[in-house]
């Protein structure tokens, strides 16, 4: 068509990756998408969400100028207004309270570019290591757990290696929902011959099409885990050259898991003890092995343990090092991998170089020209429980929803109120956002240049394909535009490209890469450098990061709040393959949107029944955190003391209810299971949204509302 064109990028969705053309009109509307039929991953295909992009970048309802708070809502502002109040809020903060009283949160769906800068702004601009981002209750057990087992908490494979595996594990993870395009090649493979083994509480798609289903009970990863370990030392199928030539700690876990045999822990497992050896004989005499997993893994209390758990079977049978193996931890969002790898995270700077390594810290202030604090940061919840103790008063944070999608939310909700000034820069007006002191117009990944990294380690450029909508603009020029107002040049950069150029001479893993050669090959995966030029697409060939791999043992933990009389219900949380995260992109989408109504209970029906409950009846949910209303779905995809809740609606927010319990080692919220109870509304009374039921409630104990 005349006055189009086509500009490659990459989906700004999950982190699988996908390659996709956007279709521009007159260099100025996004009209349409299409797939890129060369790229590694996707060959030719997208999702449903990808499909939909134009409408989640759509300038209908995005941010066009600043917003500053006044007591009778939101007032448009200059550019010029929002940054004199953001520059006195700091300013103000810090000399009263010091530098660790402000902190970042930064975005796992913004550029490497966006990450870097956010870093750097915390610890160079404002002088703390309090920044961090949705890993945190995501993959942070896996960048915990994998880098004392291996040295490193990446996925250890790329997705073609699923091509070549003879086994594929899919534990606690729900691919063909949340990583689609992969999800159908394990589809594919599966259909070629490999056998499929699902270990979910809940029947999934791909458990459906497996060839063995361990429906486990929720909590039970790391008794499974041992269990199987068991059997395969007992067996003798552990791959003992393996062992003796690149681990160490075999012995030891060899004695950790004499008394877990299979019938001993079959009930706390959930599942016949039969099940458990015949998964026990296939992974233990598998040619290649692949095991995937998710959040079944890493949304627990025993997050850490439970991914230290899968490394210790993938190494003992030696399912490690060779293409079609591994342990590969399926990063959710599309630039999750990176906001890690840039260093939003409050322990590490850049590349994972901990902030406690004094040559570390020696490094990074000298290439900045500035002292950098050594002091670890405070996580995201910790900057909530900080603030709620009225030590922590300013936050910037930029694409992320917390009020929809951090445990807890009446804390979360309380902590942001506790803010002397909280800045979000955002697309749309999201629920955190409508409690921001300034509102900022981000531009979309269609609004500016950049990398995004996805689950494989590939690093990819992402193409400006129209102007910014309105006056919004990128994240690091908005970040650089701060830091020039507090009288810091540390964020000066021309364009991105000399962010990504300043960001890979000091990450180790990403100095070979520029954009040039990005281009001209389809990303290259980390590391990237002088002896790897053309990137590494399978981790651990030779030897591990930290010499030899370190079987751990670990013991189960149980779960912090188990069903009980009051609460006589387990609810996990789940995903829906139209929906995405806090739902403020894919629920502009009139397709994503017609194929599932607003919030969901699903329910066994003999749970159902039990309560006098119908398909699609509206029900009261409570915890002994928060109370909301939604309408059931009887499914037996659920085993009955199960039921689920997807995490997208901000009118029916599972998250009034989540527990914010943590694993020790990676503050992670146990976001996969806490205790609820459920009760039918009275015949006629439609479901109100949260937003309704907390305006009646404020001011009194949301507990004592009618459900
Ligand atoms: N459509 C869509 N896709 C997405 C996202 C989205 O919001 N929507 N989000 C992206 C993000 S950020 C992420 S992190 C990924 C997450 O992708 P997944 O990891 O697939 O996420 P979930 O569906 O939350 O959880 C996975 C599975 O864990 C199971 N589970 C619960 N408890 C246990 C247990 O004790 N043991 C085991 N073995 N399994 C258990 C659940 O039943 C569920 O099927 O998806 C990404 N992709
Ligand atoms: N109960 C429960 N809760 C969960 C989970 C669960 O399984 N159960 N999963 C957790 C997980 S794994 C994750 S990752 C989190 C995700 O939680 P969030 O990170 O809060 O979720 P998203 O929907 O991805 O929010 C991203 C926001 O970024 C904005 N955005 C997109 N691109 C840009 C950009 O370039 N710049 C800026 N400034 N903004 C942008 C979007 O408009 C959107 O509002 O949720 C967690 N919460
Ligand atoms: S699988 Fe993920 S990256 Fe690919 S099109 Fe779907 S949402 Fe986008
Ligand atoms: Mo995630």
Redesign the pocket.
């Known amino acids: 068509m005349p006055g189009q064109q086509s500009v490659q990028t990459i989906c700004p969705f ?2 699988v990756g996908c390659g996709m053309n956007l279709l521009v009109d007159h260099q100025e509307s996004v009209v349409g998408v299409s797939p890129q039929s060369d790229h590694p991953i996707s060959k030719g295909k997208l999702c449903a ?1 990808g499909w939909s992009t134009p409408f989640a970048i759509e300038p209908g309802d995005r941010l066009k100028h600043p917003l500053i708070r006044t007591p009778n809502g939101f007032r448009a502002a200059s550019w010029e207004e929002a940054l004199e109040v953001i520059c006195f809020g700091l300013e103000d903060i810090i000399t009263r309270l010091g530098p660790d009283a402000v902190g970042v949160i930064s975005s796992a769906r913004a550029s490497n570019e966006d990450n870097y800068a956010a870093q750097k702004f915390a610890r160079a601009v404002l002088g703390t290591n309090n920044v961090d981002h949705c890993a945190r209750i ?1 993959h942070s057990p896996t960048v915990a757990g994998l880098k004392q087992t291996l040295g490193s908490g990446a996925m250890t494979n790329s997705a073609a290696d699923i091509d070549q595996a003879d086994v594929i594990v899919v ?5 063909t ?3 689609a395009i992969l999800g159908g090649h394990i589809i594919e493979a599966k259909l070629r011959g490999a056998t499929l083994i699902v ?4 029947r ?1 798609r791909l458990a459906k099409l497996a060839d063995l289903h361990l429906q ?1 009970r ?4 790391i008794l499974l885990a041992n269990a199987l370990l068991h059997e395969i030392y007992r067996h003798g199928w552990q791959d003992q050259a393996f062992l003796d030539a690149r681990c160490e700690g075999a012995e030891a876990l060899a004695e950790a898991v004499a008394d877990c045999s299979p019938s001993r822990l079959s009930e706390a497992i959930g599942v016949p003890a039969s099940q458990i050896q015949t998964l026990a004989r296939i992974y233990g005499q598998a040619g290649n092995a692949m095991i995937f997993y ?4 890493t949304q627990f209390v025993s997050g850490t343990f439970n991914v230290m758990a899968l490394a210790n079977l993938a190494l003992s049978c030696g399912q490690m090092g060779r293409p079609g193996t591994g342990v590969n931890p ?1 990063r ?2 599309n630039n999750v991998q990176g906001a890690c790898d840039m260093g939003c995270l409050p322990n590490v700077y850049p590349g994972y170089q901990d902030v406690a390594d004094p040559a570390a810290r020696q490094r990074i202030s000298d290439y900045w020209q500035c002292l950098v604090p050594n002091r670890t940061g405070l996580t995201s919840m910790g900057m909530t429980r900080a603030a709620l103790r009225g030590v922590f008063k300013g936050m910037i944070l930029f694409g992320e929803d917390p009020v929809v999608t951090d445990p807890d939310q009446n804390e979360v909700l309380a902590s942001l109120k506790a803010l002397d000034l909280l800045v979000v820069a955002e697309l749309t007006m999201t629920e955190t956002a409508s409690h921001a002191h300034v509102v900022l117009p981000a531009a979309s990944f269609a609004e500016k240049n950049g990398t995004f990294t996805n689950c494989e380690r590939r690093v990819q450029l992402v193409h400006q394909a129209i102007p910014p909508v309105g006056e919004s603009r990128g994240d690091w020029q908005w970040l650089g535009a701060i830091a020039r107002r507090l009288g810091s040049k540390a964020l000066d950069w021309t364009d991105s490209q000399a962010v990504f150029d300043e960001m890979a001479a000091i990450t180790p893993n990403y100095s070979g890469m520029t954009y040039p050669k990005l281009a001209r090959h389809h990303g290259l995966q980390w590391p990237c450098n002088e002896t790897a030029p053309d990137g590494t697409a399978l981790l651990h060939q030779t030897s591990f990061p930290i010499g030899r791999a370190r079987l751990i043992p670990v013991h189960h933990v149980d779960i912090d709040e188990p069903a009980d009389g009051d609460y006589p219900l387990q609810l ?6 139209f ?3 806090c739902g403020s992109m894919s629920r502009k989408s009139p397709l994503l949107e017609r194929e599932t109504p607003d919030g969901i209970l699903f329910i066994n029906p003999l749970d159902a029944q039990s309560l006098g409950l119908r398909d699609h009846s509206a029900v009261g949910v409570r915890s002994r955190r928060g109370y909301l209303e939604t309408r059931a779905i009887l499914t037996d995809d659920l085993p009955p003391g199960l039921v689920s809740m997807p995490y ?1 609606f901000h009118e029916a927010p599972s998250n009034q209810l989540t527990n914010r319990a943590m694993d020790p080692i990676s503050k992670m919220p146990e976001l ?2 806490c205790a609820v109870r459920v009760c039918p509304l009275p015949e006629g009374q439609q479901p109100r949204p949260i937003q309704a039921i907390l305006a009646q409630t404020s001011g009194s104990d949301p507990q004592e509302t009618s459900g």
């Open positions: 999950c982190g969400k995501c534990w606690g993870s729900d691919a929902e949340n990583h270990v979910d509480p809940r999934t486990v929720s909590g039970s990863n998710g959040m079944g893994i399926l959710g969002q996990t949380t789940n995903r829906l393959h929906h995405y995260g997208h996969k299971v």
